[in-house]
């Protein structure tokens, strides 16, 4: 064993840290970045029953975050104090904290945020006297306030953040980026406080003016501007109570789903909270209703009795702990899906197509567990052929074994030495297509059955691979452009990544405010949904903004263009179509499965059938 080097062994002593120092590792908790000391600001003006907060920001908030608001004020005696930790009015005793009705409690953030910026704070109360400031460096003790000229309400202003922790300030990403999560937060923010009107102000140029809303129609108003057109028309209002639970918002319908979970705002009593019992309640709700992988948008609130929840779970108060959490489980289900419900057809035109898509997933997702219990040998239950995709995966091991071996079988030196194989090709020729969904054909081993859509995926999704490897990806002109209403974040981040569509194939533009139009499309999808796949295209890019992440994640990208490019389950094939679909097959790498790790195909030998009809030989 090695001797410590400390030579006298004696131990290190303890010392108290300094409260400056203590302050900053606190720090790290909640002032992760420039949005996080908004986030805190935006809370303290709600608090202080502000209903108008102005936001102004310079550098992506690392050069100056300045928040005012129209609220109650600070008291001059304890402008000091506000900065001063663990100080906060809005909770005096224990028994307090277990019902707390501010977003606010700990005290925390002004000491936090002061001990890693140059801050000042003004304030001026309601009642018509004067206002104070004062000002601090790096969490040093603030001198005595000093007379300023200020309207009743607060003023904060933060600047040159992270500018005494050099370590921290590495890590903040680009302007744009750590801008954007800012702009997010506000986003947040205003979502659930509609009767405050909100401005943000970035390198002085006015991003969002957000009138305080009251009426049905500002409150529309104001998520469409946020969240989009498109969401206000393709989402239902909930609005229901029971037993002191209240849940209000809006739901997007099954259809207006998203390939990212980026539409997601839920509120606890004001609070956004990311919480796994809420996510698998609505998720719940939308079980069966949504395809595979796809996240439903929502923005959602839930009231309840400040007993009833336990917010000082998470140093960023983003959890909760609700007392009867199978109670707010069942009622978060029961709402959302009997609103869900409640949608006829009619509502989307789409929904109909998207039942033939759930259908045709509910048949694709036998397996697992069964296939388990049959894992004892090749045996299929003529039960299990009739639903054909429970067989044991052993066997398709096998199978897929056989196939590479006979695909390999037909290199060009082993065709001349077996005449009677050259001309049956390895996956067949096609006899049928099975309720939409399979192909059926005829192989010399006996019958192969291919998931067309499975199948259609993962060829297309190699072939764009290849294409855009070789330096980029055929592009089709539209017939007729086609416009469309997006966010106008989205329509921003079609301005700012034109080149991206570009090297994937589209020609994509902004064409107004809230307007996209898109003129060619890759040719590898001119059949398929291009509007639904422009949004998650973006969905995608508003989540790894960083356009190096988005070089890693184009086979992603590619990838969900694949699915959607893809023959959808219900469409009738031709023979013809089909044997061009079992040579494209033969001839893409990985075509045993799809993109998402699934088999495209499988196989059923005269012997298997024989043994289904107990036919000996
Ligand atoms: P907390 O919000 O947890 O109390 P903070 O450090 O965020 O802790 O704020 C400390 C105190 O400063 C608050 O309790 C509040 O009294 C006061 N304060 C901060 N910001 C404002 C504001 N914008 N308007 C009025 N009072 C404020
Ligand atoms: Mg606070």
Same mark, same amino acid.
């Given at each position: 064993m090695s001797m410590p080097s400390? *030579?006298?062994n004696a131990p290190l002593r303890i010392q108290r840290l300094s409260s400056q120092l203590a302050n900053q590792i606190a720090a790290g908790e909640v002032v992760e970045r420039p949005a996080s000391v908004v986030k805190e600001l935006l809370e303290n003006c709600l608090d202080a029953a502000a209903n108008m907060i102005d936001i102004d920001v310079e550098q992506g908030g690392a050069r100056l975050v300045r928040v005012r608001d129209n609220g109650t004020g600070i008291h001059k005696d304890d402008l000091v104090l506000a900065l001063g %930790?663990? /100080? $906060?009015?809005?909770? /005096?005793?224990l028994d307090e904290l277990g019902r707390i009705? $501010? #977003?606010?409690? %700990? &005290?925390e953030a002004l000491p936090s945020i002061a001990s890693v910026s140059r801050l000042t704070l003004i304030s001026a109360l309601q009642d018509g006297g004067p206002a104070w400031r004062i000002s601090c460096d790096g969490g040093s003790t603030a001198a005595d306030p000093v007379p300023a000229a200020h309207p009743s309400g607060t003023t904060i202003e933060i600047r040159d953040l992270f500018y005494n922790t050099p370590a921290r300030r590495r890590f903040l990403r680009t302007e744009k980026t750590e801008f954007g999560h800012l702009e997010e937060v506000v986003k947040r923010v205003a979502l659930s406080h509609f009767d405050v009107g909100f401005q943000l102000r970035h390198n002085r140029r006015v991003v969002q003016s957000l009138k305080a809303a009251t009426s049905d129609r500002e409150r529309m108003e104001r998520i469409a501007s946020i969240c989009g057109r498109p969401f206000m028309d393709n989402s239902v209002e909930v609005n229901d109570a029971i037993a002191g639970l209240r849940l209000w918002g809006w739901i997007g319908l099954?259809?207006?789903? %998203?390939? +990212?979970?980026? #539409?997601q705002y839920f509120y606890v009593n004001g609070r956004i909270v990311r919480d796994k019992l809420v996510s698998h309640a609505i998720r719940q709700a939308y079980r069966d209703m949504l395809y595979h992988g796809r996240h439903p948008a929502y923005i959602l609130n839930l009231e309840l009795p400040?007993? +009833?929840? @336990?917010?000082?779970?998470?140093p960023s108060k983003h959890e909760v702990r609700f007392r009867d959490s199978r109670l707010v489980h069942d009622f978060l289900f029961r709402v959302i899906h009997t609103a869900l419900s409640g949608v006829?057809? &009619? @509502? !989307?035109?789409k929904s109909l197509e998207s039942n033939a898509v759930a259908s045709y997933q509910a048949v694709d997702h036998h397996g697992g567990d069964e296939s388990s219990s049959l894992s004892s040998g090749a045996y299929i239950s003529s039960r299990d052929f009739q639903r *054909?995709? $429970?067989?044991p995966f052993q066997v398709r091991e096998q199978l897929s074994a056989a196939y590479t071996a006979l695909y390999d079988a037909r290199s060009p030196e082993s065709v001349e030495t077996d005449n009677t194989q050259q001309?049956?090709?390895?996956?067949?020729f096609a006899i049928a297509q099975l309720q939409g969904i399979y192909i059926l054909a005829q192989n010399r081993d006996g019958l192969v059955i291919v998931d067309m859509h499975a199948a259609h995926e993962r060829i297309t999704y190699e072939r764009l691979k290849t294409t855009f490897d070789a330096g980029g990806i055929t592009s089709q002109p539209l017939l007729v452009p086609m416009s469309f209403d997006v966010s106008e974040s989205e329509a921003c981040l079609v301005e700012g990544y034109e080149d991206v569509f570009t090297t994937l194939g589209f020609e994509l533009q902004r064409s107004g405010p809230t307007t996209v139009t898109i003129r060619s499309i890759p040719a590898v999808l001119c059949d398929s949904r291009i509007e639904e796949l422009i949004r998650d295209v973006l969905a995608d890019i508003n989540t790894y903004q960083d356009s190096s992440r988005i070089r890693g994640r184009i086979n992603e990208i590619l990838s969900t263009m694949a699915c959607h490019g893809s023959v959808r389950a219900n469409r009738i094939l031709t023979i013809p179509e089909m044997n061009a679909l079992l040579r494209d097959m033969e001839h893409t790498? %990985? !075509?045993? *499965?799809c993109n998402h790790g699934r088999p495209t195909w499988t196989q059923l030998s005269m012997q298997e059938l024989d043994r289904l009809f107990m036919r000996g030989r």
């Open positions: 400390n *030579q006298t %930790r663990h /100080a $906060t009015s809005k909770i /005096a005793t009705s $501010t #977003l606010g409690f %700990r &005290g099954p259809t207006f789903s %998203r390939s +990212q979970s980026d #539409l400040v007993e +009833q929840v @336990d917010v000082n779970v998470h006829s057809p &009619g @509502d !989307s035109q *054909q995709s $429970t067989i001309d049956i090709p390895p996956l067949g790498e %990985r !075509s045993g *499965q």
